[in-house]
């Protein structure tokens, strides 16, 4: 399983562009990318998922570079609901098993 | 993307007794679970990887015999922490196995 590593915390104002990378030098082909977010007493909350390039949805965007070695999560013009812990996992998902262990996370604080 | 329901929300025991948690899927027919546990300030833990219809798989240094998890059916998983002690107080999230993962609520356990 690929061992993850992120900063430990990120500080931002409101209505910036956050960007968190995550480096994960030693993922297998088969492996995605997973990045949750987590608010505290609660489960984590899938954001996105991708495998290589560039992934978007309605809340975030993954950038992939070519080699996979890192990831960076893209979160536009955070609001202070944003301040979360951030996780970024890599698990193969075609494997039955799929467990994903989880890296320290980066905890994000958003400011007026 | 699938529901995972976990109850209880939270709970209060004293030392010595056993707590049971339940975590199901809702929309989805999970032959696999996963059982997390999260102390304050730090990331998730794995503690087990639970099977339909056969036994559970632990991370190295759980106890299987304090921990019991049972997965009779495809929508239902259960941990049973026994003979609890104010050590195990903890944040307990549980997931169902499908990609992206799904995580439950969680359950705060206070053993007093």
């Known amino acids: 399983l690929a061992k993850t590593t992120q900063p430990i915390s990120m500080d931002s104002y409101e209505g910036q562009e956050v960007n968190i990378t995550c480096s994960h030098n030693n993922i297998a082909t088969n492996d995605y990318i997973t990045w949750y977010q987590q608010f505290p007493s609660q489960g984590p909350r899938f954001i996105i998922q991708g495998y290589k390039t560039k992934v978007t949805n309605e809340v975030a965007s993954l950038f992939i570079p070519a080699d996979r070695k890192s990831s960076t999560l893209s979160l536009p013009r955070v609001s202070l609901s944003d301040t979360a812990v951030y996780y970024c996992?890599?698990?193969?998902?075609?494997?039955?098993?799929?467990?994903?262990?989880f890296g320290s996370g980066t905890r994000l604080l958003v400011r007026p | 993307g699938a529901v995972v329901s976990q109850h209880p929300s939270w709970v209060i025991c004293k030392s010595g007794t056993s707590v049971k948690i339940e975590c199901r899927s809702l929309d989805f027919q999970a032959t696999t679970m996963f059982w997390y546990r999260q102390f304050p300030k730090q990331s998730l833990m794995l503690m087990a990887t639970?099977?339909?219809?056969?036994?559970?798989?632990?991370e190295q240094g759980v106890e299987k015999d304090k921990f019991l998890i049972n997965h009779a059916s495809l929508t239902l998983s259960t941990l049973t922490v026994t003979s609890a002690h104010p050590e195990d107080s903890s944040f307990y999230i549980c997931?169902?196995?499908?990609?992206?993962?799904?995580f439950g609520n969680g359950t705060r356990l206070t053993v007093t």
């Open positions: 997931s169902v196995s499908r990609s992206p993962l799904h």
């Open positions: 639970s099977n339909e219809g056969s036994k559970a798989t632990y």
């Open positions: 996992l890599v698990g193969d998902r075609m494997d039955s098993s799929y467990k994903l262990i």
